[in-house]
């Protein structure tokens, strides 16, 4: 088996516990290396383990990916309305994407865990930072559907900034993580199982 599914490696990467990254991520780049593909080792290898606020997101993508594409559909809308100047749509999007976006954190902060693992206020916050960021901006809300960030998002206003509120380049991350919807119908988060 010399083909390595560089993409399926990458999403197993994001979807273990968070203390298991680094070894994992290890691991896959020297597998991948032995296959053949040294571009794709590297890639693997310059991955950046994810906070403990981004790893919180990327298991709501993976738990909720209904939910997730229902906002990043919303942020599609909100757009239109926008263009259209449609006022009085644009008031009952921006209510369902708060209502939306309160209706996933609250859910999370009523389990207390996701994935095995405690989620604190902080992280609450966070996962709402990076939620609305998703439905604001297309390549946000492509990268957190793909559930592969490793810093949470935020909006703020002229573009999206991440958790140490430097500008993130999301297209560039879209770019470099393989995010959904880079070249694919923007229908299933990940690879073909």
């Known amino acids: 088996d010399d083909a390595v599914d560089v993409d399926a490696l990458v999403d197993d990467l994001f979807a273990l516990p968070l203390e298991q990254f680094v070894v994992a991520r290890t691991a896959a780049a020297k597998r991948i290396k032995a296959s ?3 571009v794709g080792a590297e890639r693997v290898g310059r991955l950046t383990k994810p906070t403990v606020a981004a790893w919180v997101v990327n298991q709501v993508a993976r738990e909720r990916p209904d ?4 906002l990043v559909s919303l942020g599609d809308e909100l757009r239109d309305a926008t263009a259209d100047r449609d006022r009085t749509r644009l008031r009952t999007l921006d209510r369902l994407r708060r209502e939306r976006v309160e209706r996933v954190v609250g859910e999370v902060r009523d389990a207390g865990e996701i994935a095995g693992r405690a989620v604190s206020g902080t992280a609450l916050d966070r996962l709402a930072e990076t939620l609305t ?3 604001m901006d297309p390549d946000a809300g492509a990268l957190v559907r793909a559930g592969r960030l490793s810093q949470a ?3 703020v206003g002229f573009g999206i900034v991440d958790e140490g509120g430097e500008p993130a380049d999301v297209v560039a991350l879209r770019a470099r993580t393989g995010g959904a919807g880079a070249g694919d119908d923007g229908g299933t988060t990940g690879g073909v199982e």
């Open 36 to 38: 053949g593909d040294a």
């Open 133 to 135: 960021a998703a439905v």
């Open 67 to 70: 939910d997730v594409a229902a």
């Open 153 to 155: 998002l935020q909006h």
